[in-house]
């Protein structure tokens, strides 16, 4: 009966819990997604994405989903450079700042090259 009662007062002591008497630091990390389409407003599927810390350099990169999505968490809060390229479009780099507990959110239109226009005919 005694025992029950130490463990209805401590439980995290009798269950071999402890409390650590040093709190942890607040996470401080954010978030980067977006999404990618063409200039007709159609989801890019596959497209590369670089996401790079100014301050650090680090990056890592990432693919967009079938709906042209993509997101990248647990970032340190600072700012990004992030690169968007696929095959048969411009690239593009953007800039974003990360703040803790948020996401910055992009929305990517990339284009595709302008065709070469055929000389014109010197023929009369």
Request: no cysteine; net charge positive.
């Amino acid at each position: 009966m005694f025992f029950i009662g130490l463990a209805l007062l401590f439980p995290r002591v009798v269950s071999g819990q402890s409390r650590s008497s040093t709190p942890k630091p607040p996470v401080s990390t954010g978030a980067i997604a977006g999404e990618v389409k063409d200039r007709r407003e159609m989801p890019l599927a596959g497209v590369t994405v670089t996401i790079t810390n100014d301050q650090t350099k680090e990056s890592a990169t990432i693919m967009t989903d079938a709906t042209g999505d993509f997101a990248m968490e647990r970032l340190a809060e600072g700012n990004y450079e992030i690169t968007i390229s696929a095959k048969g479009y411009i690239s593009q780099v953007v800039k974003a700042r990360v703040k803790t507990r948020h996401t910055a959110k992009l929305h990517i239109r990339l284009k595709s090259p302008v065709a070469s226009r055929p000389a014109p005919s010197t023929s009369h």
